[in-house]
């Protein structure tokens, strides 16, 4: 089962806006991961929060972090049209000891900057 | 070296086949995972090697057997896979279990 749910399901959006990307998920967590997705080949790490953090930023990236709604947002600032990809977030649990590495992804968001 | 190598890129393979995904990673990472993608879908986990131990089978067919021989390699040996089992399959690395993972470019399985 998937642990985290996307919205939207995907965005369209012009070259310089921002793009807002939604995450929830449903059972304690560890940290929450953001990764990237062009062309349906391999994931980059983007940006990695822990439970114990509200925000975080890097380049034009900057997400937040809810627990107490179980929430995470992406913002892209400045998006550019190499930005477009597909987005996933993951959680890894706070189950202790080897459940760390149970990675779960979201369904995913697909955006598309237009030039 | 920053990188996730897996080899090969495609497969195309026989039911009745035997073969093996090779992946490769020189960044000292002592966490490796095998994903499965099918199209427009999250990657689902399949497997998870902590310091060369299997710690996580996320009840994937015995048909799937993955090996660590050392702390750099991770294999996926496939044999008598289902047409249903074409996916993108994707090695993952990182420096303990639940940290920021480095993925590989993937093998496009198809089995005919």
């Known amino acids: 089962s998937q642990q985290g749910e996307e919205d939207p399901q995907a965005l369209s959006i012009q070259e310089g806006e921002n793009a807002t990307m939604n995450c929830s998920y449903k059972?304690?967590?560890?940290?929450l991961q953001w990764y990237r997705q062009n062309s349906g080949r391999g994931l980059v790490h983007l940006i990695l929060?822990?439970?114990?953090?509200r925000e975080k930023h890097s380049g034009r990236l900057r997400v937040t972090l809810d627990t107490s709604k179980k929430s995470s947002s992406l913002l892209i600032t400045a998006s550019r049209a190499a930005d477009t990809a597909s987005y996933f977030c993951?959680?890894?649990?706070?189950?202790?000891?080897?459940?760390?590495?149970?990675?779960?992804f979201g369904q995913g968001t697909i955006l598309t900057v237009h030039p | 070296d920053t990188e996730v190598t897996q080899t090969p890129k495609h497969l195309v393979m026989g039911m009745t086949n035997k073969k093996s995904l090779k992946c490769e990673q020189h960044?000292?990472?002592?966490?490796m995972y095998w994903y499965k993608q099918k199209a427009k879908k999250p990657p689902e986990l399949m497997f998870v090697?902590?310091?060369?131990?299997?710690?996580i089978n996320e009840s994937v067919p015995s048909r799937f057997s993955p090996e660590c021989p050392n702390s750099s390699l991770l294999n996926l040996h496939l044999h008598a896979l289902q047409p249903e089992d074409s996916a993108l399959y994707l090695c993952?690395?990182?420096?303990?279990?639940?940290?920021?993972?480095?993925f590989g470019s993937g093998t496009r399985l198809t089995v005919v």
């Open positions: 993952a690395s990182s420096p303990r279990e639940g940290q920021g993972y480095t």
């Open positions: 059972t304690s967590i560890n940290n």
């Open positions: 929060i822990r439970s114990n953090e």
């Open positions: 993951a959680t890894a649990p706070n189950a202790g000891g080897t459940s760390y590495g149970k990675l779960t």
């Open positions: 960044m000292g990472h002592r966490a």
């Open positions: 090697y902590s310091y060369e131990k299997l710690s």
